[in-house]
């Protein structure tokens, strides 16, 4: 899940940035020490406003200017049982990578699909019985089902695309137009016509 934080933190703004209009240098030195990085929050991806900015401390023997700073970042954190979208990014015997956002999860093998599932050299997974075929830069859509973050590096998401609703795009809109198809169609009720009696006397 995407999330947009209101982080504080004292940043090093170091020598090199200091030329720089002071919002710009600060941005910058917050882009170098926290875009990419993996904390509690989730994986860091974007600086979007610098708030505010507090006097400078210099440290002797240090040639940077540490400020107070409070800033808008954007995080992605994965969730337990979260329905994520993202593309396939690689095809192994074991399973599809699945890029979603800034890391990739692992839809093993016998996660694709309701099928014996088959792995050609040509890189493409294959049920056996529904014929359907996963490749390299389908778009797909799956839950996460097990999450591991220790590092950026080593970061680790299991899905799955087994259930309801998930798997390629292609194959949702087919089941999604077959089960269309298949709705009965209810016969229009006939509209009922109001008679009129005629009163005695002829009117």
């Given at each position: ?13 170091p ?15 917050i882009?170098?020490?926290?875009i ?18 507090g006097?400078?401390?210099i ?9 107070q ?6 995080v ?24 979603i956002?800034?890391?990739?999860g ?9 099928d014996?599932v088959n ?6 997974l294959?049920?056996?019985e ?15 089902i ?9 970061a ?6 087994r259930q309801p609703?998930?798997g ?10 077959k ?17 009129t ?7």
């Amino acid at each position: 899940m995407y999330s947009i934080l209101e982080l504080k933190s004292n940043i090093r703004v170091p020598p090199q940035f200091l030329g720089k209009n002071l919002k710009e240098a600060v941005k910058s030195a917050i882009e170098k020490e926290f875009i990419g990085m993996l904390g509690k929050h989730g994986i860091f991806l974007a600086v979007l406003n610098v708030k505010e900015i507090g006097e400078g401390t210099i440290i002797p023997g240090d040639g940077a200017v540490y400020y107070q700073t409070s800033f808008e970042t954007l995080v992605y954190r994965p969730i337990m049982q979260e329905v994520v979208e993202g593309f396939v990014s690689e095809i192994t015997e074991f399973g599809a990578f699945i890029r979603i956002g800034p890391i990739d999860g692992l839809v093993h093998v016998s996660q694709v699909m309701d099928d014996y599932v088959n792995y050609a050299e040509a890189g493409v997974l294959q049920g056996k019985e529904s014929k359907r075929s996963l490749k390299v830069k389908d778009k797909v859509r799956a839950r996460i089902i097990a999450i591991s973050l220790k590092n950026i590096r080593g970061a680790k998401l299991g899905l799955t695309m087994r259930q309801p609703g998930l798997g390629k795009i292609e194959w949702i809109e087919a089941e999604k137009k077959k089960g269309d198809e298949e709705k009965p169609v209810k016969p229009e009720k006939k509209k009922k016509t109001k008679t009129t009696k005629k009163k005695k006397g002829g009117k």
